[in-house]
C-alpha cells in the first residue's frame, strides 16, 4: 500500500511537471522571446540586458522540469533498487528499473543555439513576427537612431521556440519566432547599353521608330530608399533588393517610356529628339517609383544609336563622313578666300604706302625749291634796293680774290688792241 501511494505521488509530481514543461515551451516562453526579440530593435541598454538575462535562463524551466521529473522517478524506484540488491526474488522489478532509467536518457534537448542578424548604417530592418500577432512589428529607425547614438551597426538576436517532431521530448528542433528582413537603402546605378561595356548582367533597351526601324539607345538611372520609405519600399518589395526592382521594372518602365515617344517620329527626325525622349522618361520613373518607396535622382541617356541592321548604320557613317569633307572644304575655300583678300588687302597698303612717300618725297622737294626760288629773289631783291653802294663792295670782294690769286708778275704777251687783257706769263720768264 505504501508503494501504491508512493507511485501515485510520483505521477502526479512527474504529470505537473510534464504540463508546466510544455505550457513553458509551447506559449509563455514563445511569446516572452518575442516580445523581447522586438523591445531590442528600438530599446535601449535595459532591453537588451533583458534579453540577454533571458538567454541565458530560458531553458532552465525545462531543465528544472526534467530534474523534478527524474528525481521523482528516482524516488519511485528506489525501493525496487533496494529490493533487488537484497534478494534475489526481487529480480522482477528489473524491467520498471530499466524503463524508468531509459525515460532518463532521452529528456535532453538540444541547446538553443543563439542566432544574431548585424543591421549596417545603410540599411533599415524590419523584425517581423512569424507567429502569433504578426502586426506587432519592430523596425530600426537608422537616422534617428544614428543620430542618437552614432554607432555604425546595430546586432539583433533572432529568438526561437522549441518544435517537438517526434514521440520523445527530445526529439525535434529549435524554431524562429521573428524575421529580420534589412532593406538596403545605399543608391544603385545601372546602365543599360547594347555595346556590351558597362555592368555585367546589364540589358540593352531597344525600340522602334515610326518607320519601324530597330535601335538601342544607352540608359543610365540612379535610384535610392529613403529611410521614411522603407516600409513602403518592402511592402511593394518583400525581397527587399532595390538591384533586383532597378534589373526588372525600372529598367521595364524606361523602356516603355522611350517606345512611346520613339513611335511618333520617324527615324531621321528621332535624333534630333532625344531630349525629349530623357525628360519623357525620367518623369514617368520619378512619379511612378515615388508612390512606391523609390527615390529616382538621376536618368540619362549616353552613347549613340545602336540599330538592328548593320547597313544602316553605315549607311548613316558614310553620309556623315560626306558632309564632314564637304564641311571641310569649304573651310578650305573660305580660309583660302580670306587669304586672299588680306593678300589684297596688303598690296593695297603697300601701294597707297608707296604713294604717300613718294608725294612727301616731291612735296619736300617742291618746298625746297620754293624755299631756294624764295632765297634767291630775297637776294635779288636786297641787291636791287642795296644800290651803288653794294656793287662797289662786290668790285671790291672781286679784286680781293684776284690779288689773292696772282703771283706778282705781269704778262708779256698781248692780244688784241685791249691793254686789259692779260696771259700767263710764259716758261722762261717765269723761271
Known amino acids: ?18 504540463v508546466a514543461d510544455t505550457v513553458w515551451l509551447a506559449w509563455a516562453q514563445p511569446k516572452i522571446a518575442t516580445r523581447l526579440a522586438l523591445e531590442q530593435v528600438n530599446g535601449g541598454a535595459p532591453e537588451w540586458r533583458e534579453l540577454l538575462a533571458w538567454q541565458a535562463t530560458h531553458q532552465w524551466p525545462h531543465f528544472v522540469a526534467q530534474v523534478v521529473v527524474a528525481a521523482t522517478i528516482a524516488w519511485w524506484v528506489w525501493p525496487f533498487v533496494v529490493a533487488f540488491l537484497r534478494a534475489k526474488g526481487a529480480r522482477k522489478t528489473l524491467l520498471p528499473l530499466l524503463l524508468a532509467a531509459s525515460t532518463l536518457t532521452g529528456c535532453v534537448r538540444s541547446y538553443d543555439k543563439p542566432e544574431y542578424v548585424e543591421i549596417d548604417t545603410s540599411e533599415t530592418g ?12 519592430a523596425k530600426f529607425e537608422s537616422v534617428d537612431y544614428l543620430q542618437a547614438r552614432k554607432v555604425a551597426t546595430k546586432r539583433v538576436q533572432i529568438v526561437h521556440r522549441w518544435n517537438q517532431e517526434g514521440r520523445l521530448s527530445s526529439t525535434g528542433r529549435w524554431f524562429p519566432t521573428v524575421r529580420l528582413v534589412k532593406v538596403n537603402r545605399s543608391p544603385i ?25 530597330g535601335f538601342s539607345m544607352g540608359f543610365t538611372c540612379t535610384a535610392f530608399i529613403d529611410e521614411k ?32 515617344v520613339a513611335a511618333r517620329y520617324p527615324l531621321d527626325g528621332l535624333r534630333a529628339k532625344k531630349q525629349e525622349i530623357v525628360d519623357a522618361v525620367k518623369l514617368d520613373l520619378t512619379m511612378f517609383f515615388t508612390t512606391r518607396g523609390i527615390t529616382i535622382t ?23 563622313i560626306a558632309q564632314q569633307l564637304k564641311v ?6 573660305e580660309a583660302q578666300q ?14 597707297e604706302k608707296a604713294r604717300l612717300e613718294a608725294k612727301g618725297k616731291a612735296d619736300a622737294r617742291l618746298e625746297e625749291a620754293k624755299a631756294e626760288a624764295e632765297a634767291i629773289t630775297l637776294v635779288n631783291k636786297a641787291v636791287a634796293n642795296s644800290g651803288p653802294m653794294l656793287m662797289q663792295i662786290r668790285q671790291l670782294e672781286v679784286e680781293k680774290a684776284r690779288v689773292e690769286k696772282w703771283d706778282g708778275q705781269f704778262p708779256h704777251t698781248m692780244f688784241g688792241t685791249n691793254p686789259n687783257i692779260l696771259f700767263a706769263p710764259s716758261q722762261t720768264s717765269a723761271k
Request: avoid cysteine.
Open 189 to 213: 546605378t545601372r546602365e543599360w547599353t547594347a555595346e556590351g561595356k558597362h555592368v555585367t548582367g546589364d540589358k540593352a533597351i531597344w525600340i522602334e521608330s515610326a518607320d519601324s526601324v
Open 1 to 18: 500500500m505504501r508503494h501504491h501511494h508512493r507511485g501515485l505521488l510520483s505521477a502526479g509530481i512527474i504529470i505537473a511537471a510534464s
Open 229 to 260: 520609405d522603407a516600409a513602403t519600399f518592402l511592402y511593394w518589395y518583400p525581397s527587399g533588393s532595390l538591384a533586383t526592382v532597378m534589373d526588372g521594372e525600372v529598367r521595364g518602365r524606361i523602356q516603355q517610356g522611350a517606345a512611346e
Open 126 to 137: 524590419f523584425l517581423i513576427p512569424l507567429e502569433g500577432n504578426t502586426a506587432d512589428q
Open 338 to 351: 580670306k587669304e586672299n583678300e588680306i593678300i589684297e588687302l596688303a598690296a593695297k597698303a603697300n601701294a
Open 328 to 333: 571641310v572644304s569649304a573651310a578650305k575655300f
Open 298 to 320: 538621376t536618368v540619362g541617356m549616353f552613347g549613340g544609336m545602336t540599330y538592328e541592321n548593320p547597313a544602316i548604320q553605315k549607311s548613316i557613317d558614310e553620309t556623315f
